[in-house]
């Protein structure tokens, strides 16, 4: 049985004093509510890691970054190397995120030399995978899953990583726009991608790997999602930013394990 994940990306948000107390009220919250069912990660911008791995130190609740060079070191200014995440105190990394395709203009490629330099130095990569509202309304997003996931996670590893990998699936149509993507859209999705994985990896791959729902997960649908049985967990953007909301979405995926 897959252990289910809350991944919260707390983007561009929070300076380092309110990344640490959000983080402690979390580590309260999992610890006080005995939200023991569920895998927790935090990710908070770069300057904040530090802070909020001291914050959650000795609790359940893991660290994550948003982002990582594919290149080890060297003149990239800006950039931030797997083993500073590391050495930071972050064990996983989000990779691909829609915001990165589509804002910064990354592409499967670097998608996938990223993903294949984070699982080398240490960290369990977090890939995102996703489709716009214009694919969605011409009906190819399987089209875009599958071509993402061979160039994005396949062009990454030619077998499965000893650290393994997991995935995100993001409708970005279903992100901030007022549309919304059903439980029933998300797992024909996330059923579709396992497939994939089983041919490309083969069946152990598919069956071990989480694959996260990122479509605008709130308190109030987070349990209906959790119930389809191929969707892992999620990866939750604004609701991360508040403790409570955020302690009820992993409410719904640790009761989701506790009935499977």
């Known amino acids: 049985m897959r252990r289910a994940l809350v991944a919260g990306n707390w983007k561009m948000n929070k300076t380092i004093e309110e990344a640490r107390t959000l983080a402690r009220e979390v580590a309260e919250g999992v610890a006080g509510d005995g939200l023991s069912q569920a895998d927790v990660l935090l ?49 996983h990394v989000i990779l691909g995120h829609s915001e990165r395709r589509e804002l910064m203009g990354e592409g499967d490629g670097l998608v996938a030399r990223k993903s294949k330099a984070a699982s080398a130095g240490g960290l369990t ?74 041919a490309i990896f083969g069946l152990e791959c598919a069956q071990e790997t989480r694959i996260l729902y990122g479509g605008s997960v709130k308190p ?28 009820e979405i992993i409410r719904a995926a640790q009761m989701d394990s506790a009935s499977t």
Do not use: K
Request: charged residues 15%; negative net charge.
């Open 43 to 91: 990710g908070p911008p770069y300057l904040a890691l530090a802070a909020v791995v001291e914050a959650v130190s000795g609790s359940a609740v893991g660290v994550a970054g948003q982002n990582c060079s594919h290149q080890a070191d060297g003149a990239y200014t800006g950039e931030v190397s797997v083993s500073m995440l590391r050495d930071a105190g972050a064990t």
């Open 125 to 198: 990569p977090i890939i995102c995978l996703g489709e716009p509202f214009t694919t969605r309304r011409a009906g190819t997003t399987l089209a875009r899953i599958a071509h993402q996931v061979e160039h994005s996670i396949q062009g990454a590893f030619g077998s499965p990583p000893p650290g393994g990998f997991i995935v995100a699936y993001e409708p970005v149509w279903a992100i901030g726009t007022g549309l919304t993507a059903t439980p029933e859209q998300a797992q024909e999705t996330h059923a579709f991608i396992r497939e994939r994985l089983e």
């Open 220 to 247: 109030d649908n987070a349990a209906d999602l959790f119930a389809q049985p191929d969707i892992d967990g999620g990866l939750i953007g604004g609701a991360s930013l508040n403790s409570a909301d955020f302690l």
